[in-house]
């Protein structure tokens, strides 16, 4: 929303663990979303909404029955994944392998 999303979720992430915010008080939320762009009562209807709770809980058991047990979490290609905090090195031949198996895989679709 606005183009902010990955800042906005790191502002959250710091403000969980850098600044030790209860990031599950709304009111919390609210204070971090309005320097994101997003008005405050925004922000709190959207944190308030059951709704979105449901969306969130359900993408989170898809990516739980997906093989995803930790963040980060990237998948190349759709084939090849590698999660937890990962070296340059280690991230750049994961991209590399996914991209030499790309064009057996697209020649068979």
């Known amino acids: ?28 939320l609210a204070d971090i979303a309005v320097n994101h762009g997003f008005e405050r009562e925004e ?7 059951p709704e979105q709770h449901r969306r969130v809980e359900q993408e989170a058991a898809q990516a739980v029955a997906s093989g995803i047990r930790s963040v980060p979490h990237f998948v190349f290609g ?3 994944a590698i999660n937890g905090g990962r070296s340059e090195d280690e991230i750049a031949a994961a991209i590399r392998k996914a991209a030499a198996v790309a064009p057996f895989a697209n020649a068979l679709g």
């Open 1 to 28: 929303m606005r183009g902010t999303q990955h800042r906005l979720a790191v502002a959250i992430t710091d403000a969980h663990f850098m600044e030790a915010k209860n990031i599950s008080d709304t009111d919390v």
């Open 43 to 49: 922000a709190r209807s959207i944190a308030r909404d």
């Open 78 to 80: 759709g084939r090849i």
